[in-house]
């Protein structure tokens, strides 16, 4: 969603901005601007539309060494230049950038406005930059502080001021806000990404924080001027993470690396004598582990059917009773905290707004929340209880593949220690270790089928519609093939359980509405079979995903995509990154923006 960049230092700062606001893209946006000051003014200009309309209207030699830039995603008001930020006050002295949402806003206008101020915009976020003007007596830090106090909601905000030069107040809560220390500059960003390239050298900023800074140094207070002591960390990747090196899309990288990725999230975290694995950041005992009765696994999107996919896992290996929520359910469904129970919080970007405000409302409830998460430092590992990092590096493209894979990696570990302290003798362990070791290279085997699964893809992408179809530890896997199907194609999908079938979607199934079945050679194999055949008598054209050597699968269906043989746990790994080849190469024959499809945005931080 919104993104937010400041810069303050010697070089030139529209060029930085607009640069960092090129590394926020991904996160999904609709207009973006900067403003920056110079001889006491500051210059706005703000476009609709991709960023090379900003760049294209920013002058190549626009003076200023300070200023800041964002990307709107739209809530309040339609999407226009106008609309876009960065806000100014009526002096046109101060301008500020805002990420989250302020639910008071309409109160604070309409108070403002009988005191004479003039709106121009139809956005929630204007009346911060009015507010910080009205309280403003020569000192900007004081005025921020001063409009915080009569705020409602969330906020990520950087302000700045024409007669302040050199010189950024941001504050956060609810909306990340991170702070890059380089030499003789200094940044502040909605995320690490927007400054990598200048360094690694950051504090993240935590709720109620307000940091003022200059090229260098800062200080972080709360809003009513209590020092607050900061953390300086180092960013465990490259810049280079973020190029697309070489792949057109970072999406098609980003599938491409799965069996790196999968193989570093197992790493160091195996135990092949013991047949079981270790994870450092759970924060609990085995004691404690052995006490849990019952896990819940709280998520949103792509990361809910990791979750389910786990929860499914821990029943059957670890006979704990175990479900997947959604995040925006939970939360509202004033949830029973019971003491045995232990919860879990999956989230790639680890700022979800459902998930992050679902942990907060069960930890109310005295719930340990454990988090599941790929970016380090981010608000729910630093708000859970413990939790694992699953170190799938940068995900740039707003559909998630290898964060998936990674998500199901670090739960399968879990499940496999839990496993282990109760049903699983040593030697389960120990093929399940195993097993796990060949995921990496059985995703491998299914990545050199890339052009093969191209030819089915281009032949079936002018279909209106596809149903996707697996049964246990597949079914989930069945939804995520539909989501990504339709993330990125915008054809409709709707993943099922094959043996719902016949309850009522069976009455859609024709000769143009192919049916993707996942056919894993389990215990629910002949099933499925059956549930194939349902919908060849009906017409229906069938693409399985199989394991290598089923020939009756090739019998019935029109394609069959094979991936190896595997231990009958592992086959959610290889089939999902079938899928995922399978809707990228869709979205590609129709010309879609595989990377930043529309509508949608990588990190959801509003509800
Ligand atoms: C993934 O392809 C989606 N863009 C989306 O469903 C995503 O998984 C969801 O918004 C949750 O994000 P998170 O993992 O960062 O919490």
């Not at 950038?97 to 976020?125: A, P, Q």
């Not at 927007?194 to 050298?201: D, E, F």
Request: overall charge negative.
């Amino acid at each position: 969603m919104c993104g937010i960049v400041g810069y303050c230092g010697e070089k030139d700062a529209a060029g930085i901005l607009v640069e960092g606001l090129k590394r926020l893209e991904y996160r999904g946006y609709d207009s973006s601007g900067i403003s920056v000051g110079y001889n006491d003014k500051l210059s706005i200009i703000k476009k609709k539309g991709k960023i090379s309309n900003l760049q294209a209207a920013v002058p190549s030699d626009m003076p200023g060494t300070f200023g800041i830039g964002h990307t709107r995603w739209a809530t309040h008001g339609e999407v226009n230049d106008l609309n876009a930020h960065p806000h100014s006050d009526n002096s046109g002295k101060i301008t500020i950038v805002h990420n989250g949402i302020i639910e008071n806003y309409i109160s604070i206008r309409k108070k403002l406005k009988d005191e004479g101020v003039k709106f121009i915009t139809e956005t929630d976020s204007e009346v911060i930059a009015q507010l910080v003007s009205k309280f403003y007596e020569g000192d900007l830090e004081k005025a921020v502080k001063e409009a915080l106090k009569h705020l409602k909601g969330t906020y990520g905000i950087v302000a700045i001021h024409a007669d302040e030069p050199n010189r950024l107040i941001g504050a956060r809560n609810g909306s990340p806000l991170v702070l890059g220390i380089g030499e003789g500059e200094m940044f502040l960003a909605s995320d690490v990404t927007a400054m990598i390239s200048y360094t690694k050298q950051v504090v993240y900023m935590e709720d109620g924080d307000v940091v003022v800074v200059d090229k260098d140094g800062f200080r972080t207070t709360d809003i009513r001027d209590n020092e607050r002591d900061k953390e300086i960390s180092t960013v465990g990747w490259d810049v280079g993470e973020m190029e697309k090196e070489g792949y057109p899309t970072f999406m098609e990288k980003e599938i491409f690396e799965q069996p790196q990725a999968v193989l570093r999230g197992m790493k160091g975290r195996l135990d092949p004598d013991q047949g079981t694995a270790k994870l450092g950041g759970l924060n609990m005992t085995n004691r404690e582990l052995r006490m849990v009765n019952r896990v819940i696994i709280l998520a949103a999107g792509t990361s809910s059917y990791s979750a389910m996919t786990c929860a499914y896992l821990l029943e059957k290996i670890a006979r704990i009773p175990a479900s997947a929520e959604l995040s925006s359910e939970i939360r509202y469904k004033n949830p029973i905290v019971d003491p045995g129970t232990l919860y879990f919080v999956v989230s790639q970007s680890g700022e979800t707004a459902d998930s992050l405000y679902a942990m907060r409302e069960l930890q109310r409830k005295g719930a340990t929340v454990l988090g599941i998460c790929n970016v380090v430092g981010s608000t729910i590992p630093r708000e859970s209880d413990g939790g694992v990092y699953i170190h799938s590096g940068p995900e740039i493209a707003v559909a998630s593949t290898k964060a998936f894979t990674s998500q199901l990696t670090a739960m399968y570990l879990f499940s496999l220690i839990m496993a282990r302290m109760r049903d699983m003798s040593i030697s389960k362990g120990k093929a399940f270790v195993d097993a796990l070791s060949m995921v990496p290279e059985n995703i491998n085997k299914v990545l050199e089928q890339n052009e093969y699964i191209k030819t089915i893809a281009d032949k079936y992408a002018d279909c209106h519609s596809f149903f996707f179809l697996g049964r246990g530890l597949t079914y989930p896997i069945a939804l995520e093939g539909a989501l990504k199907l339709k993330e990125i194609s915008y054809i409709h999908a709707e993943g099922y359980t094959a043996g719902e079938l016949k309850h009522g979607p069976i009455a859609l199934i024709n000769e143009v509405t192919p049916s993707v079945f996942l056919v894993p050679d389990d215990s629910l194999r002949e099933k499925i079979i059956s549930n194939m055949k349902e919908v060849k008598a009906r017409k229906g054209p069938i693409i399985a995903v199989a394991v290598e050597g089923d020939t009756d699968v090739a019998d019935i269906a029109d394609e069959v995509i094979y991936v190896p043989k595997a231990h009958e746990l592992m086959y959610p790994f290889s089939m999902v990154v079938a899928l995922q080849v399978f809707a990228y190469h869709t979205a590609v024959a129709l010309d879609r923006n595989v990377d930043q499809p529309r509508n949608l945005a990588k990190s959801v931080t509003v509800e």
